[in-house]
RNA sequence: GCCGGCGUGGCGGAACUGGCAGACGCGCAGGACUUAAAAUCCUGUUGUAGCGAUACAGUACCGGUUCGAUUCCGGUCGCCGGCACCA
């Protein structure tokens, strides 16, 4: 055969996969079905990175196998396409968003071919197009319906130079998570969705899925589930009292003081009683000045001042305990309030030396005069009256069984996960489909009246006092509202990016449906998603807000399962040569077009695949590329020696079936670096013989189908096989023949290897010594205690 | 600080439930082919000593369990990622 050239050959069979409609989404549901997913691209004006191949390679492998395997498989692609780099090059450029979004998909939809994936192109969606955001706005509305989401006054992360409002989850060590700018608080209304109402759910439903352990932590501890109590503490003179939230109530006789949050509303409700308002007044004003980075920088470093004229009491013991604010305590967690136990919790340990407040030791087992002692397994209850000698856990439950028979307290649950900021002060997302009437309020617009089309505008920017700048489209925000009739006021903001990702793995199974976000029987086939992989950067973020909408789908009846994905995994990053993140600045980018022109998509394919463990990070090597492409081209001239033997020979056949089993199981365990390693070893053992039988060629063609696509359809072809390899059957093993009769062992004298034997598998324990004891012959010189004969793996004689 | 992960040749990385450490690839060295180079093929390649068979050491470090530890346990150091005053 002549030499592989891949640019023809790739092309060749781009061009038969699409005439054939090779990879169409099959749609008998009587068969087994696969879903197979990976986290669309935001079609960004660089063009592919050379990341996003790993990820869509290695489940283009799993896809392509379970097509050789019977299943109708659904492999899908699409474009996450709003935000705010293309509303940011529009501006710049004075081009439409629309137009830069459609260039850069064509781009990145051109790559992603010369790539050779499986995608079933047919279903590709766009969350910028009107028939897509349509329902994107659908489950907005029905949100609203159901009180999920609502319109609140509250501080938002302003990021300064965007001039936008951020998520939590957008802003990284104080600055905006996209530009860097500084983040700010600032006090907007702003549209937010009840996630918190699913925290319990969303922890809890982890059982159902088998997710890499690392994303389930990851998801436990944004939520931040955590059990306690809540308490009154009354305050003197007073009927009111300050309710606090702790998870240590066991420790309540130790509470020497209290500590309110800067901006907690009793500080104005006891003005008249509050002798020193104006300097709490001054701390509160310096607290709000600080941004959250501040905050947390100066976090050793506590700062404070005492409410003058106002004290709580301890329930428990009925003593007097001054009250403090500090910005140590949050508004936005638990109440606001917090009982001090210096004792036994760090902060208030320093707050307490900081202020020389008095620190009292309520479990025994530390130095509490040197530091807090914080250890709930081992201590007992001391100084605590009826929960004296008790340990931590049984006071716990005890005190609050006090507390709850008293009517002063009770079992709490708390969560760190917040409500989701859900409005962006933006042009290039969703419209929120809502208008707000004077009379009425905020209403809904009719679902007949969706999708509610972005206009036109004349400029992209933002406003200075942060309004969208759709604000400024008077004929479009002007309408009227549809429950009275009246004047009313479109919403302005838009959605954030998140909204159009959290549910378009459902718009896939039937993407070109106008009746429906998609057909309910197709819904059901399909869910849920039976392998889904994205980047670890998106555990907190992307899943979570997309398993919160499935969940909100299900308990709507609009689909079939709790959970949208059964399965997920995570790949690591790909890191320039020098072992540091690719960047234009570093000078480190590998430009994946260039690869694929120099060696190939093929090569590229198997590159990435052999690289390391799939999820962790790994440098580039250009060296490892070309070792890869020495490989294919072993492959390809291996057909010159291809003999019409179709069975596997004697000599190889273990080898053959250890070979489909390794590979096979290797696929499916995402260790696709020892799988290739595996058909680099088979080729070897061909070479070395000087022959491949037909059956066994193509075998190795069928188990490299999945990495290297084209170039095996193409020697498919070559050594004259039937229709396609893609039309073709997976590869079975007999587990029978994957053992050789004759095995070579280790002997070793107390441990270390002396010699190898070479011994029948099955043979008894008796006969293995005895030849092993040959083997060692004079080496064995001193009393032996022990003889250790582990089948087919090792011989330990032990000497003393 | 807390949570998670990792530490193996010159390099990327293998090693099933504790059983011959270094598969596979890269690089390097030597050889074949060539006028020559590239490409390709063959041989070697953890370190130390030895011509050699071989011996000893060796999976970040210290210790433990075991006939046997890269793997399990305790401690130390270092790197990476996430969270970060969450009461």
Not at 38 to 51: D, K, N
């Amino acid at each position: 055969m002549e030499t592989y050239n891949p640019k023809v050959v790739e092309k060749k069979w781009q061009g038969i996969w699409e005439t054939e409609e090779a990879f169409k989404v099959g749609t008998d549901f009587s068969k087994p079905k696969f879903y197979a997913l990976v986290e669309f691209p935001y079609p960004s004006g660089q063009g592919l990175h050379v990341g996003h191949p790993r990820p869509y390679t290695a489940l283009d492998i799993i896809s392509r196998k379970r097509r050789l395997q019977g299943y109708n498989v659904l492999f899908p692609m699409g474009w996450d396409a709003f935000g705010l780099p293309t509303e940011n090059y529009a501006m710049k450029n004075h081009i439409h968003p629309k137009i830069v979004t459609k260039n850069n998909v064509g781009r990145f939809k051109q790559q992603l071919q010369d790539l050779g994936y499986s995608f079933d192109w047919d279903r590709e969606v766009n969350t910028t197009d009107p028939n897509y955001y349509k329902w994107t706005q659908w489950i907005f509305l029905k949100l609203f319906k159901k009180g999920l989401a609502y319109k609140s006054e509250m501080p938002i992360n302003w990021c300064t130079s965007c001039k936008v409002g951020l998520a939590n989850e957008e802003v990284v060590n104080g600055k905006c998570e996209r530009c860097g700018g500084e983040v700010v608080h600032k006090v907007k209304s702003q549209w937010m969705l009840k996630i918190t109402e699913y925290a319990d759910r969303l922890i809890d439903d982890l059982d159902l899925v088998d997710y890499f352990d690392r994303i389930k932590v990851s998801q436990k501890n944004w939520i931040g589930r955590s059990h306690g109590a809540e308490v009154d503490f009354v305050i003197g003179g007073t009927k009111d009292s300050l309710t606090v939230y702790t998870t240590r109530p066991d420790t309540l006789f130790g509470a020497t003081y209290m500590v309110v949050s800067p901006e907690h509303p009793m500080i104005e409700k006891y003005k008249d009683q509050i002798t020193n308002y104006d300097e709490l007044m001054a701390y509160r004003e310096e607290a709000a000045k600080k941004s959250d980075f501040e905050r947390t920088e100066l976090a050793k470093d506590k700062t404070g001042v005492e409410i003058k004229g106002l004290k709580a009491i301890n329930p428990v013991n009925d003593k007097e305990i001054p009250i403090w604010i500090s910005d140590y305590v949050l508004m936005s967690y638990g109440t606001g309030a917090i009982m001090a136990v210096p004792a036994h919790d760090t902060r208030d340990w320093e707050f307490a030396k900081k202020f020389d407040l008095p620190i009292i030791e309520v479990v025994a087992g530390g130095n509490v005069e040197e530091e807090a002692f914080t250890d709930v397994a081992t201590g007992k209850l001391v100084n605590s009256g009826f929960l004296d000698g008790l340990e931590v856990a049984e006071a716990k439950e005890k005190i609050t069984e006090f507390l709850t028979e008293k009517g002063i307290g009770h079992k709490k649950t708390n969560f760190k996960l917040r409500d989701w900021v859900f409005s962006r002060q933006r042009y290039w997302g969703e419209p929120i489909p809502i208008v707000k009437c004077d009379k009425c309020g905020y209403v809904p617009i009719d679902e007949s009246e969706l999708p509610l089309q972005l206009p036109d505008v004349e400029s992209y920017e933002p406003t200075d006092n942060g309004e969208s700048p759709l604000a400024k489209m008077t004929d479009w925000v002007n309408t009227t509202c549809p429950c009275c009739g009246g004047p009313a006021k479109r919403e302005t903001d838009t959605m954030p990016q998140w909204a159009g990702s959290s549910w378009y793995f459902l718009r896939y199974i039937d993407p070109h449906n106008e009746e429906a976000l998609a057909d309910p029987e197709k819904l059901k086939y399909w869910l849920p998603v039976d392998w889904y992989n994205g980047g670890m950067e998106h555990t907190t973020l992307h899943l979570l807000y997309s398993r919160f909408w499935h969940k909100f789908l299900y308990d709507e009846g609009v689909v079939p399962t709790k959970e949208p994905y059964s399965k997920r995994t995570s790949h690591g990053m790909i890191l320039g040569e020098n072992g540091e993140k690719m960047s234009k600045s570093r000078g480190n980018v590998i430009n994946p077009d260039d690869i694929v022109g120099e060696f190939g998509a093929d090569t590229l394919r198997t590159y990435e695949m052999f690289i390391g463990a799939f999820e962790l990070s790994a440098s580039w090597s250009q060296e490892g590329v070309r070792g890869c492409r020495r490989f294919l081209d072993r492959v390809w001239k291996l057909s010159d020696l291809v003999t019409d033997e179709e069975d596997y020979s004697k000599d190889l056949e273990v080898t053959m079936h250890q070979t489909i089993k390794k590979v096979s199981e290797d696929f499916e365990a995402m260790k696709f670096n020892t799988a290739i390693a595996a058909m680099m070893s088979l080729v070897n053992d061909f070479n070395k013989k000087g022959s491949v039988t037909k059956g066994e060629y193509k075998t190795l063609l069928q188990l490299l189908n999945p990495v290297a696509p084209h170039m095996t359809e193409e020697l498919w072809e070559g050594i004259g096989c039937e229709g396609r390899i893609y039309q073709s059957t997976w590869p079975e093993y007999d587990e029978k023949k994957t053992i050789e009769d004759t095995v070579e062992i280790a002997v070793q004298i107390n441990g270390k290897t002396k010699a190898t034997i070479t011994i029948d598998r099955n043979i008894a324990k008796e006969d293995a010594i005895v030849k092993a004891k040959e083997a060692l012959g004079s080496k064995l010189d001193k009393t032996i205690v022990k003889e250790i004969y582990v089948p087919g793996r090792i011989v330990n004689i032990v000497q003393k």
